[in-house]
């Protein structure tokens, strides 16, 4: 029997436009950031220590353009439509393997 791991992380995913990810490329290199990768992971950092004040444990308050910020994007719409495809059903049968 397989053990299971303790998992640490959960992954998610996200699709931009290829617009958009060249923007963030470019702020990637402008700003010094090793990865896009990084940059969702401090935006992400920043939006919950709005989002969930409780929970944060930093000292120093997020400035109120931050704040601001994520309050008017609260109500912004999505920018990227994706529909999944969709999985192709299996024709086999038993007798025709």
């Known amino acids: 029997m397989?053990?299971?791991k303790n998992i640490l992380t959960k992954k998610v995913y996200s699709r931009v436009t290829p617009e958009t990810y060249r923007r963030l490329s470019e702020v990637k290199r402008m700003?010094?950031?090793?990865s896009v990768y990084e940059i969702i992971q401090s935006l992400i950092h920043c939006?919950?220590?709005v989002a969930d004040k409780?929970?944060?444990?930093?000292?120093?308050e997020l400035p109120s353009e931050?704040?601001?910020m994520f309050a008017e994007l609260s109500?912004?719409?999505?920018?990227v439509e994706f529909?999944?495809?969709?999985?192709?059903v299996s024709h086999k049968t038993i007798d025709n393997q």
Request: positive net charge.
């Open 66 to 68: 931050i704040q601001e």
């Open 54 to 60: 409780e929970h944060d444990t930093q000292l120093e």
């Open 31 to 34: 700003y010094g950031f090793k």
């Open 47 to 49: 939006f919950l220590r």
């Open 2 to 4: 397989r053990r299971k």
């Open 83 to 88: 529909e999944k495809p969709k999985r192709r």
């Open 75 to 79: 109500e912004g719409e999505k920018h």
